[in-house]
């Protein structure tokens, strides 16, 4: 018995089922794409090849430019703090360390001020974050000539607790700089020759690029001084113009008025040049000369650094 011809489902059965089809595609896709919502935003970083990056990964998490974690590490981008006077506002990426040491800084004597001095500086860098970095700084070991009513002293600089912040990029095209956020404070933990008591600071760091490839860095803030009827706030200013000769090395002119950045070199304006040597990606190497412009300002200044990124 031959079978029956199949016949085509009446149109209004054909639309309902169109409509039923397509409202339930709608429906699913507003369920998945609320599921996505909810979802953790996935952390490149986690699955980096860095096991210290890893950790980093899960004790402080970042949605901010994930990518860059799982990039090699380098000592060009951003570079060396203590090269020059004033901070960079760029911060190393998430699991970067910089090591920064500077075994020969000499200052010459400040009239009235300060006698002749020598220390070993040293910054320790850690990105916590994409944008957040906790510094460790201190200008080591110190040797101090008698002077000024003071005998000599020799002894360890106090420690200073540092963080620094990356707000956002440069814009060019508007002439905007890149910025970032600094705040220190530097802790009484030394040899009693010269400690100052705690003393704390804040600096807004700026970047432009200019013309013929020169690189502006300059840093506003504020700091502090110790003295018998309590702290007296300080106000600071850095800035450094940067040139890229080759790919491996960079000149620079920088100054500062009355503090560098970090409690490094404190008088009223000192200016002075220095260079940037990259030998690897790892590995930099740095010196700068300065002098003050005035008699409350060091005859010359002198420094010859290092760094290195793991």
Aim: hydrophobic share 35%.
């Amino acid at each position: 018995m031959p079978l029956p011809a199949l016949q085509p489902p009446p149109p209004s059965a054909t639309r309902w089922l169109k409509t039923a089809l397509l409202r339930g595609g709608c429906l699913l896709s507003c369920c998945l794409g609320g599921l996505a919502a909810g979802a953790d935003p996935v952390d490149t970083g986690r699955d980096a090849p860095f096991p210290w990056t890893q950790f980093l990964a899960e004790a402080f998490p970042e949605g901010l430019d994930p990518e860059r974690s799982r990039q090699p590490h380098t000592i060009r981008d951003p570079g060396p703090d203590t090269a020059n006077y004033p901070n960079s506002p760029e911060t190393l990426p998430r699991g970067g360390i910089y090591l920064e040491t500077s075994p020969v800084f000499f200052t010459g004597a400040i009239n009235s001020v300060q006698p002749r001095s020598y220390n070993a500086e040293y910054l320790l860098r850690l990105g916590l974050t994409d944008r957040v970095e906790f510094r460790l700084y201190s200008s080591g070991l110190t040797w101090q000539a008698a002077g000024n009513g003071l005998p000599q002293s020799t002894g360890l600089s106090p420690l200073t607790f540092d963080t620094k912040i990356h707000f956002w990029e440069e814009n060019r095209e508007w002439f905007l700089p890149a910025v970032g956020f600094e705040a220190f404070i530097q802790t009484p933990w030394g040899s009693p020759a010269f400690s100052s008591g705690t003393q704390p600071g804040i600096s807004m760091l700026f970047r432009n690029t200019l013309f013929w490839g020169l690189k502006a860095e300059y840093n506003v803030g504020m700091t502090s001084d110790s003295t018998q009827a309590g702290l007296v706030p300080i106000d600071v200013v850095q800035w450094a113009f940067t040139k890229s000769i080759t790919d491996d090395f960079d000149i620079f002119v920088h100054g500062f008025q009355n503090e560098s950045a970090l409690p490094r070199l404190s008088a009223q304006t000192v200016v002075g040049a220095g260079f940037i040597w990259f030998p690897s990606d790892r590995v930099s190497v740095y010196g700068n000369w300065g002098a003050g412009t005035d008699k409350s300002g060091p005859a010359t200044t002198f420094q010859l650094g290092v760094a290195g990124s793991f």
